[in-house]
């Protein structure tokens, strides 16, 4: 990556995170497992897209 440039962010307080580290674990991978069919499912174009955002490329 190139230095100073990123994809995006975003901001998670403290007590947002802290719910989430106590949620199931069943539930955490529930919804990754759900993003990736959803991202399986996108067109090729999106994913590229998707990629470059992530690269900083765009």
């Known amino acids: 990556?190139?230095?100073?440039?990123r994809g995006f962010s975003y901001f998670v307080d403290r007590p947002h995170l802290l719910g989430y580290r106590h949620m199931?674990?069943?539930?955490?991978?529930?919804?990754?497992?759900?993003?990736?069919?959803?991202?399986?499912?996108c067109p090729e174009k999106i994913k590229r897209l998707q990629d470059k955002f992530?690269?900083?490329?765009?």
């Open 1 to 5: 990556m190139k230095r100073g440039l």
């Open 24 to 41: 199931a674990v069943e539930k955490r991978l529930g919804w990754l497992y759900q993003g990736n069919i959803l991202r399986a499912y």
């Open 54 to 58: 992530r690269n900083a490329e765009v």
